[in-house]
């Protein structure tokens, strides 16, 4: 019996003397500990660049010293019917806010993002960091004409 005895007590410290395993808990687990967050990211700035002209078949627009009213009603119309989807004045949505455009932008590259969103996205260093910057929401060709564009951008001047 002193020998059964013995050999189970040096058999249990053994045991427990061997390596400690965790036993995992079914359901649900909550970890109080406060992590701090680390930002692994950068924010890219987006450039100011008013000698850019973007890319497409605006290479030149000069703007009056007075807004054409007449085209910027025209333009106003145009705009609330198929920008404020995407476009407010003075709020960044899925797009960027566009009034004070012109002084961030050329009335040219505004124009060609106008009439030719699928070409800047793919050659304008600008226009693809606003798409890195906007979580890669293209801006959709509303295939306008070069006159209805003009309109709009005229429009923008008076935000």
Known sequence: MKKIFTILALGALIVSCGEKKEEKKGGFEMNRAKKEAKSTTTKE?????????????????????????????????????????????????????????????????VMNMILNPDGMIKEDPIA????????NAVMLNQNLKEDEARAIAEYLRTL
Do not use: Q
């Open 45 to 109: 700035e987006v450039p100011v660049d008013l000698n850019n002209k973007g890319v497409g078949p605006v290479t030149s627009l000069e703007f009056g010293a007075d807004i054409d009213k007449d085209m910027a009603d025209a333009g106003a119309a145009k705009y609330k019917a198929i920008c404020t989807a995407c476009h407010l004045p003075d709020k960044r949505l899925i797009g960027p806010a566009l009034k004070g455009v012109y002084e961030r932008r050329s009335p040219e590259w």
């Open 128 to 135: 693809k960091a606003l798409l890195k910057e906007y979580n």
